[in-house]
């Protein structure tokens, strides 16, 4: 299978390569430890639409989320199978949020336009400490 030279155009450039790294490095090394209150509200809503589905979403006490995370909430649900494995294994949700602040980071690295100096500004965001504190540490997920 031949990939788009759309595709293999983006996968040449060296900012988006050493965004891949850096997510595949984050994400091999991805904590299981969020701040309790954050963890268990997710948990409980994860759970809540794994078992009453997206439609009942909003029935659940503690979500207050946009709608499109719902669809995050029940894919991870749906891959995890049941509820005890997503209480277990929850902190691998961290991984779609990350996903969204690379995401975001590259979007805002390439509308700054410098392209001469855009590796230096992607690492100055994902670097960052607050980047690092909010997405992987604490794991928030409201870049999603």
């Known amino acids: 299978m031949k990939l ?7 996968l040449n450039e060296p ?23 954050d963890q268990h509200a997710f948990n409980t809503i994860c759970d809540f639409i794994f078992e009453h589905g997206i439609a009942n979403a909003y029935q659940c006490p503690v979500f207050d989320y946009p709608p499109l995370i719902c669809y995050w909430y029940y894919l991870f649900g749906w891959f995890q199978g049941s509820v005890e494995n997503i209480d277990k294994y929850f902190y691998f949700f961290k991984l779609f949020a990350l996903l969204f602040d690379y995401i975001a980071a590259l979007a805002i690295v390439k509308f700054i336009g410098h392209p001469q100096k855009a590796i230096l500004f992607f690492l100055l ?6 980047f690092i504190y909010n997405s992987y540490c604490w794991g928030q997920v409201d870049s999603v």
Do not use: G
């Open 125 to 130: 965001l994902v670097a960052n400490p607050a």
């Open 4 to 10: 788009p030279d759309s595709f293999r155009k983006i």
């Open 15 to 37: 900012l988006y390569q050493l965004a891949l790294l850096l997510f595949l490095f984050q994400a091999a090394f991805v904590s299981p430890r969020s701040h309790q209150f």
